[in-house]
């Protein structure tokens, strides 16, 4: 089957490489293709900040960036108005009508407390140029001076990026622990029909970010499990971008803090996901759920941004270019992702079987069966191969290069290893996704 409208990232002008090789030293980390990139979609938008600036005239810098304030808690969702108030007094709230139905209640009466208005404007499905555009027509329409995105990854990027191109501040409000969305200072910008087109760099990160785990208790487990499929990546791509010496979003090499949030990011998930998966299947807060929450939330997006992203991410976009994924979650993506980042990095056979049992114990795929596709795709493997290893993407973040040989190679061997490792563990067969249309 043709695999048509890959998109891949930007391929910026060879001129201007030439002239940033040539001051900065082709062989300094920071000037590798990823984060030259990187910069330098952030810089066509907004000019190179300051603190970008700072990093591009020094070597080995290290950063590490994060929202001004976190709140978790069972219905924190009725203090929202209390934060929002010490950040602006006319809040764009942004929410599509599944997630307002949720939140409307407990947030209205929060609002008024703190003496706040209670603006609402609806949201399609993802993050698109279009999106965002509408959203800075509606902050400046409406005089607002906050817009806070609710919701889905979706909704809180295309708010972020809203936001940002309005010059006013902005808050995020998962209403699940579905991705590492909420806490950064990026937004990823998606096509009507999901396919990645770019991340979009702004120059801090939220000013608040605020998460109601009663809230995640009451949603469908699909949206932690998509959570934890995305945080369980932060460590292997932190990891992988701190032997290669490579460089984060946040504009740095990966501080000692950061590869710590990540390890603790892992360590949280592989001790609590199973029990906070049975706590939301009760729609019960637990201390598992809690500290789940936290390790989707706020750690995953720490240590994404300040970590490191590198071949999971990468993988992750190319699979969005293929249609049989489509109506998968990012987390499920992801998570072939980071078994393909495994394989790709010879990790041991024990951490990868691991790595195979763990996942699909949380209902995480784990083989091209379940993203749609099949071993014998090869020109679609071959596509998505290619738009994982395009110029400017995080898998050259990788301690070894990567080719998109070396992408198909591992990506069709996970079918038959993680066929194996299930069946020797007693657990089921994969069941084949069927793209929504
Ligand atoms: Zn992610």
């Given amino acids: 089957m043709h695999l048509g409208g890959i998109r891949t990232a930007p391929h910026r002008s060879r001129s201007r490489c030439v002239a940033r090789s040539g001051q900065l030293g082709a062989e300094r980390p920071w000037n590798r293709p990823t984060t030259r990139w990187m910069m330098e979609a952030h810089d066509r938008r907004n000019g190179p900040p300051a603190a970008r600036r700072k990093v591009l005239s020094m070597s080995s810098m290290y950063a590490l960036s994060s929202p001004a304030h976190y709140v978790q808690g069972k219905n924190a969702i009725a203090e929202l108005g209390k934060h929002l108030s010490a950040i602006g007094t006319k809040p764009l709230l942004v929410a599509d009508d599944v ?19 209670v603006v609402r404007v609806g949201f399609g499905r993802f993050a698109t140029p279009e999106a965002v555009d509408a959203l800075v027509q509606a902050i ?41 969305a909420p806490t950064s200072a990026l937004s990823v910008i998606y096509t009507e029909e999901g396919e990645f087109i770019e991340y979009r760099f702004f120059p801090h990160n939220p000013d608040l970010v605020l998460i109601d785990t009663q809230l995640v208790a009451e949603a469908p487990d699909k949206f932690l499990q998509a959570g934890i499929g995305d945080a369980l990546a932060t460590y292997l791509e932190a990891r992988a971008t701190d032997r290669g010496q490579g460089l984060t979003m946040a504009g740095g090499r990966p501080t000692k803090s ?72 990012h987390g499920q993506k992801v998570n072939i992702g980071s078994l393909t980042q495994l394989v790709l990095e010879g990790a041991p056979t024990q951490e990868i079987e691991d790595f195979i049992v763990f996942t699909t114990r949380v209902g995480l795929p784990n083989t091209l069966t379940e993203i749609g596709l099949t071993a014998e795709d090869t020109a679609e493997l071959r596509a998505v191969a290619e738009a994982a ?41 994969p069941v084949k996704h069927i793209a929504e249309h």
């Fill in 99 to 117: 997630v307002w139905g949720i939140v409307e209640k407990g947030l209205t009466e929060g609002f008024e407390a703190a003496s706040l208005p």
């Fill in 140 to 180: 400046t329409d409406g005089g607002h001076d906050v817009i806070v995105g609710l919701g889905g990854g979706s909704a809180i990027d295309a708010a972020k990026a809203a936001g940002h191109l309005a010059e006013v501040r902005w808050a995020s409000v998962p209403t699940a622990a579905s991705s590492d």
């Fill in 258 to 329: 950061a590869l710590a949030l990540a390890r603790l990011c892992w360590d949280l998930l592989w001790e609590n996901s199973l029990t906070a998966l049975d706590a939301v299947r009760s729609k019960q807060v637990t201390p598992a759920l809690e500290a789940v929450v936290e390790a989707n939330t706020l750690l995953s997006g720490l240590g994404f941004e300040s970590g490191g992203l590198a071949a999971a991410h990468a993988i992750h976009n190319g699979l969005t270019a293929a249609p049989q994924t489509h109506g998968l979650t």
């Fill in 389 to 429: 290893t395009v110029e400017g993407e995080t898998i050259h973040n990788m301690p070894f290069p990567v080719t998109a040989e070396d992408v198909v190679a591992a990506l069709t061997s996970i079918e038959q290893l993680s066929r194996r490792v299930r069946a020797e563990h007693g657990l089921p067969e």
